[in-house]
């Protein structure tokens, strides 16, 4: 069994940065995502990091902005975000997969963290 852990979220002025942490245990080399959740929306997808960190992949709102590595020696993943904006205020989650890459979609993803709030503040 998979389990992840988040960390790294909190209360951040527009513009400003914050690095996001995923550490898994009980298997490494998956897939790993990140999604966010904003009060009364849907979970949406934010970035993805194939197993060996060789592909990644963004999406449209946070790309140019946000940077997805792993250190794999300590099974952790990295969501670096720059240039917050008000709209990047959500719970964010990080996820991990065995199946296909990309994975793109919740429900490509078999484990889930309890996620970790990011408040963006102007």
């Known amino acids: 069994q998979v389990q992840l852990v988040e960390s790294g979220g909190g209360l951040v002025q527009v513009g400003g940065s914050l690095r996001l942490a995923c550490t898994a245990s009980g298997e490494s080399r998956l897939h790993m995502g990140w999604f966010r959740q904003a009060p009364g929306k849907e979970r949406e997808y934010v970035a993805a990091i194939s197993a060996k960190g060789t592909f990644t992949y963004f999406a449209d709102s946070v790309k140019d902005r946000f940077t997805i590595f792993r250190d794999n020696a300590e099974n952790t993943v990295f969501l670096q975000m720059t240039t917050l904006k008000p709209d990047d205020t959500a719970s964010y989650y990080c996820?991990?997969?065995?199946?296909?890459?990309?994975?793109?979609?919740?429900?490509?993803?078999?484990?889930w963290g309890q996620g970790t709030q990011v408040i963006v503040s102007s």
């Open positions: 996820a991990a997969s065995s199946g296909s890459w990309p994975l793109l979609r919740p429900n490509e993803y078999n484990y």
